[in-house]
């Protein structure tokens, strides 16, 4: 069983910095952060493969966020630099315990509003 309990968000102004916070714990492969915004669909921010530490991002955030991991203590950082009214929403963790990175468990999200 895996939980996810993410923390960080907040109010900032564009051009702000923020960073969230993900503990997981349990066993997985991958775990990564989704974002959604008021009446848009869930959409991927990126993964960090907890093995190795390999990440990857949406085109939108490459440059600005950053994905880091501690094995030790089981949290996943997420850094976000140069924030941007659009990336407003409530930011999710969530993990994949297979391969395919079908993330398969959800924390319950947190909010993250920058303002112009």
């Known amino acids: 069983q895996v939980q996810l309990v993410e923390s960080g968000g907040g109010l900032v102004q564009a051009g702000d910095s923020l960073r969230v916070s993900c503990q997981a714990s349990?066993?997985?492969?991958?775990v990564g952060w989704f974002r959604q915004a008021p009446g848009k669909e869930r959409e991927f921010v990126g993964w960090?493969?907890?093995?190795?530490?390999?990440?990857n991002y949406t085109d939108s955030v490459k440059g600005r966020f950053k994905i880091s991991r501690d094995i030790a203590s089981r949290t996943m950082w997420m850094q976000m630099n140069s924030l941007k009214p659009e990336d407003t929403a409530v930011y999710y963790c969530a993990a994949s315990t297979n391969w395919d990175l079908s993330f398969d468990y959800w924390g319950r999200g947190t909010q993250v509003t920058v303002s112009s």
């Open positions: 960090i493969r907890w093995r190795d530490g390999t990440t």
């Open positions: 349990g066993r997985y492969y991958t």
